[in-house]
């Protein structure tokens, strides 16, 4: 397994919680580290994704303002900071490498060395 996703766990709305996604070295010569997540009875969805070249981030129009996407080159380790988390938040998140062309970095099967979620829980 090359990614690590981490730092899910039980919160209540409004509150926030980091996730980790740790990366070899080999998945950091990709384009970028994107994340989606899965809830239950629905469809894995894009959440945001970071690029590698200049650092450029993307967002779901669904998180956009509450959560953040970072990077840590040094530590080969990608963030999502997620601020004033609802109960629709819930899910299974999973972190990615982009190896596709800019225009789909929104796509799934642009991505690959998927890691093994962590799940996030956020009650009312």
């Known amino acids: 397994v090359q990614l690590q996703a981490s730092g899910g766990g039980l919160v209540q709305a409004g509150d926030s919680l980091r996730l980790s996604c740790g990366t070899s070295e080999r998945t950091f010569s990709k384009n970028g580290i994107g994340w989606f997540r899965q809830a239950p009875g629905k469809e894995r969805e894009f959440v945001a994704a970071?690029?590698?070249?200049?650092?450029?981030?993307y967002y779901a129009d669904s998180v956009k303002g509450r959560f953040t996407i970072s990077r840590n080159s040094a530590k080969n380790t990608v963030y999502l900071q997620m601020n004033s988390l609802k109960p629709d938040d819930t899910a299974v998140y999973y972190c990615?490498?982009?190896?596709?062309?800019?225009?789909?970095?929104?796509?799934?099967?642009?991505?690959?060395?998927w890691g093994q979620g962590t799940q996030v829980t956020v009650s009312s």
């Open positions: 970071i690029r590698w070249s200049g650092g450029y981030t």
């Open positions: 990615a490498a982009h190896r596709g062309i800019l225009s789909t970095v929104r796509v799934q099967t642009a991505y690959d060395s």
